[in-house]
């Protein structure tokens, strides 16, 4: 009954539904165009993450600066007279950009050892390649063996350098996080007042209407520096690196390939529909449903202040499944009833397609929420943004598909449907034969599959690295390679180590003795972090331990710290190290333009406390951060003999790795809860626990041949294909409702499975196999594209659609065949 109300409804005002979804989609469509795209580290980091909050402490007590970094191998000598030019005329070139703070390079950095001399003229008058009478050829061998420059500055064959880019600090950023942040840690303790939700929900809006300018800014300044570098490019080679520009550019890969191969996709699939229905209204039906359906969950999304990361990205390809599966089965319903009802009106046949499709879609709809739902339950924004994202896209998707394709397709002219590529396609009756004759090949299949699977997955591994982002003949990755190889690293990791404080202990024999005692410990206690106290022979050999053992890791291409210039001291002072008084006379004299370049960035005297800034080299294959953390974590206590508690470890890798470990553990918690939703789902839907059953163990297969084959190839799960198993989970169990609900309509004729199973075969099939292969065909663009999560999400989404249609129509009857569970024949 109310089937009929909504037929007669959508039916009878058809032309003002069709309008109202016009509207709608231009309203929203107006909106869309303001959905943001953001890669940037702030999207990936755990804000109750207590790394994130020692992270930026540490980083308020260092000179740390965003920075681009250039690699430059001139055609020329490194010190020719034409290089120097050259580097400073860049550097002129590249100052003169709005945002850029400094930029330092090799005529830059002070030379102890070109002639080496004493620590007390270093402080006053500072030896650099720029000053006139420098020797270029001891400067030379000081920049290619001192442990300040090798293999950081300059290459170890001397024929690249780095030229440091470093940005502007941006304070309002700074103060707009820390007032942001400020009520989220307020936020983790008690519950916030009414007045204090208010302004928390102004502080995030403030941040982040500054934060996407700001990222605007951030591009406008990254394009800036590569139009300077374009013009030396031509003789030279110079590549662009630094954290920074590696999130600009995933962001412009990310939106490339929306918007190419989106319109790849939809031409494919376009010439697809052609091929498979021959007539143009159930050619343009799939499209312009999933395009309107597409552009008002973008323009509720820019509304809502969802942004697309690199998490959630997929959003768009992962609607567009859904959307054209719900119509292209809505097109092959009601071409059957047309055959079966071929005087029925367009009504008629409206309705009857309605009634049949209309129950199975909303359960698939509902399991999608079951799905989707449960990615709203883990700790991670970008994850509860996408089961947001899709929760909408999926009601949308239905609400559009159920409004546009009854109400135009009332408004057309009733024709009979083309079947020409029905009648050629055989794949469907071939695999109900395979069904019903080899049944035991088919279970043998499986199971081998299921334990090549297993192997895989105990392959996995969960693993980020940037530049395997990119294919190796895209500049982005030329140009981390060089740096990796040759400039000692891409990826930062910090490390902290705090001292204890020192304890002066004595026995006193009478009174005044204490009171002498006492007025010394007083001293000591005011005196020892200063400069002329804290840089002790005790703390110079743990920072040179620590130094050492850091370096000789083999992830590690270079470290910098207070050691560095140690070694250098101990090769200007023939052997000798400097003694804390030269360190002390560095750090209170030597002008603030070098102390920033050998001193601050090291050591915190006010803390107590040395920092050791390390670079790894990311394009390592056999480098696997989470477990290198932990060996430094354990190694730094038990071979280098520091106190736990006075060993931190900081910054951006440890944070994406602290996200990438909670975004697997929450998708493991999640897809567990997926599991148990969808098996009440077909509980309910069915009534039925042997249905239930049946049906999640069809859906498993899938997911875990996926898993198998990531495994087995080396896949990493990371943050851009770790959402695979949603859409394997989302595809299969379409296809199995779809399945099953039609099976269990033709088994109510005759009681007879075997005769249920080729009609089921001989219908619904065609839509499942119709999808599917428009589908694949159309994702199979992807794997062109220079961005590799792209390539491989593509690659990966066919495979799932693949094994999920074959699970669907050969596992899924052959189970029903066996275990019969919708009772015996009649």
């Known amino acids: 009954m109310m089937v009929k109300r909504y ?35 702030e999207t990936l980091l755990l804000e109750n993450d207590a790394d994130l909050k020692l992270t930026r402490e540490v980083h308020g007590r260092y000179i740390s600066p965003d920075y681009l970094l250039v690699a430059y191998t001139p055609s020329s000598d490194m010190l020719s007279d034409t290089t120097i030019k050259t580097i400073h005329t860049l550097k002129a070139s590249l100052l003169d950009i709005k945002g850029v703070e400094s930029v330092t390079t090799l005529l830059d950095v002070p030379l102890l050892e070109s002639p080496p001399i004493a620590i007390t003229e270093v402080v006053k008058n500072v030896r650099t390649l720029s000053t006139p009478d420098t020797n270029r050829t001891l400067a030379q061998k000081e920049l290619s063996t001192s442990p300040l420059y090798a293999n950081n500055l300059v290459s170890g064959d001397f024929k690249t350098t780095a030229i440091l880019i470093n940005l502007k600090e941006d304070s309002v950023y700074t103060k707009l996080l820390q007032a942001r942040n400020a009520f989220i840690e307020l936020q983790a303790t008690r519950e916030l007042s009414p007045e204090e939700q208010k302004q928390f929900s102004e502080a995030k809006m403030k941040f982040k209407a500054y934060n996407d300018a700001n990222r605007d800014t951030m591009h406008q300044l990254i394009e800036n520096v590569r139009r300077t570098l374009k013009p030396f490019q031509e003789k030279e080679e110079l590549f662009l690196g630094g954290v920074m520009m590696i999130s600009d550019d995933m962001i412009g890969f990310v939106k490339n390939d929306i918007a190419l191969y989106g319109t790849a996709i939809v031409l494919i699939m376009i010439l697809m529909l052609w091929i498979i229905f021959r007539q143009l209204r159930f050619v343009v039906l799939p499209i312009l449903i999933s395009a309107a359906a597409l552009i008002i969950t973008t323009g509720i999304n820019a509304l809502l202040g969802i942004e697309i990361t690199v998490v959630s990205s997929n959003y768009v390809a992962m609607q567009l499944i859904t959307t054209l599966s719900l119509v292209i089965h809505l097109i092959v319903s009601y071409r059957e009833e047309y055959l ?103 279970i043998a299949v499986v199971l081998l599959l299921l334990v090549l699977s297993a192997y895989g997955v105990t392959q996995l591994f969960v693993e980020n690295s940037f530049i395997n982002y990119f294919k190796q003949d895209t500049e982005i990755y030329k140009g981390m390679q060089k740096i990796d190889h040759e400039l000692g690293g891409t990826t930062p990791l910090e490390i902290v180590v705090t001292f204890p404080e020192v304890k002066t202990e004595a026995k006193a024999s009478d009174a005044q003795s204490d009171d002498l005692l006492d007025s010394f410990e007083d001293e000591f206690a005011q005196n020892t972090n200063d400069a002329k106290y804290w840089f002790t022979p005790e703390k110079m050999q743990t920072i040179e331990r620590v130094h050492n053992y850091l370096d000789a890791l083999p992830q590690v291409g270079n470290v910098s710290s207070l050691a560095t210039l140690s070694k250098v001291g101990r090769i200007v002072k023939e052997g000798k190290d400097f003694d804390n008084f030269e360190y002390a006379l560095l750090y209170n004299e030597l002008s603030l333009e070098y102390k920033k370049i050998l001193l601050l960035p090291y050591v915190n005297t006010e803390h107590n406390e040395a920092r050791f800034v390390i670079r790894l080299i990311d394009s390592d294959p056999h480098l696997r951060r989470n477990a290198l953390l932990a060996q430094i974590k354990e190694e730094l206590v038990t071979k280098v003999g520091l106190e736990p508690q006075n060993v931190k470890l900081v910054g951006m890798m440890v944070l994406y790795n602290n996200m990438l470990q909670s975004l697997f553990n929450s998708q493991i918690a999640t897809l567990g809860l997926a599991l148990l939703l969808l098996g009440s789902m077909f509980l309910f839907l069915f009534r039925s626990f042997k249905i239930a059953l049946l049906a999640m163990t069809v859906n498993m297969v899938p997911i875990s041949i996926i898993f198998g084959i990531m495994g087995i190839a080396g896949i990493p799960l990371d943050m851009m294909s770790i959402t695979i198993a949603s859409i394997a989970l989302g595809i299969t169990v379409d296809n199995t409702i779809h399945y099953l609900y039609r099976f269990r309509e033709e088994l109510g004729h005759d009681g007879d499975y075997v005769a249920s199973m080729h009609r089921a075969h001989g219908t619904i099939a065609f839509g499942m196999f119709y999808y599917s292969l428009a589908t694949i065909v159309g994702f199979l663009v992807l794997v062109t594209s220079n961005f590799i999560p792209t390539l491989i999400f593509g690659l990966l989404t066919v495979i799932v659609l693949l094994v999920a249609t074959v699970s669907d129509l050969v596992f899924s009857p052959l189970l029903v065949l066996i275990f019969k569970p919708f009772g015996s024949k009649k």
């Open 7 to 41: 037929t007669d409804f959508v039916t009878g005002y058809a032309r003002a539904i069709v309008f109202f979804v016009v509207l709608a989609t231009a309203i929203l469509g107006y909106y869309a165009q303001y959905l943001s795209i953001d890669a940037s580290a």
């Open 340 to 442: 079966l009802f071929p005087d029925a009106t367009q009504k008629e046949l409206i309705g009857i397609t309605l009634k049949r499709m209309s129950i199975p879609s909303v359960f698939i709809i509902l399991t999608s929420y079951a799905g989707f739902g449960s990615l709203m339950t883990c700790d991670i924004l970008p994850i509860i943004d996408l089961g947001i994202m899709m929760s909408i896209g999926v009601t949308i998707s239905l609400v559009v598909a159920y409004l546009l394709f009854p109400a135009i397709m009332m408004l057309l002219a009733k024709k009979p449907p083309v079947m020409v590529f029905d009648k050629s396609f055989t794949l469907n009756t071939t695999f109900a034969h395979i069904v019903e004759h080899h049944a035991k090949k088919v």
